[in-house]
């Protein structure tokens, strides 16, 4: 996650930083004052398919057997704190 100055658009701060277990479709995310969240959803694409040049949706994959993680960072300090739906 990044911070931008409108000031100096072209810098990004680190704000912090968590690990997915798949390559991650986010087509959006929540934002609060304090607070980003993202969803990890058991969408994931192949890369094998992607290389071969397929449409975008023929390169997602529903993973049925996983759940949902919900990412909660905090803003000040880039802690996370991951919610699982299961």
Same mark, same amino acid.
């Given at each position: 996650?990044?911070?931008?100055?409108?000031?100096?658009?072209? !810098? %990004?701060?680190? +704000? /912090?930083?968590?690990?997915?277990?798949?390559?991650?479709?986010?087509?959006?995310?929540?934002?609060?004052?304090?607070?980003? +969240?993202?969803?990890? &959803?058991?969408?994931?694409?192949?890369?094998?398919?992607? +290389?071969? /040049? %397929?449409?975008? =949706?023929?390169?997602?994959?529903?993973? &049925?057997?996983? !759940?949902?993680? =919900?990412?909660?960072?905090?803003?000040?300090? /880039?802690?996370?704190? !991951?919610?699982? !739906?299961?």
């Amino acid at each position: 996650m990044y911070k931008v100055d409108p000031k100096t658009p072209l !810098t %990004r701060e680190v +704000i /912090g930083s968590f690990e997915t277990e798949h390559l991650l479709y986010a087509h959006s995310f929540g934002l609060t004052e304090n607070y980003a +969240i993202v969803l990890e &959803q058991p969408v994931m694409f192949k890369m094998e398919r992607m +290389i071969e /040049g %397929r449409p975008m =949706i023929d390169d997602m994959v529903l993973e &049925q057997d996983k !759940t949902t993680k =919900i990412h909660v960072m905090k803003l000040s300090d /880039g802690s996370i704190e !991951t919610f699982d !739906t299961n």
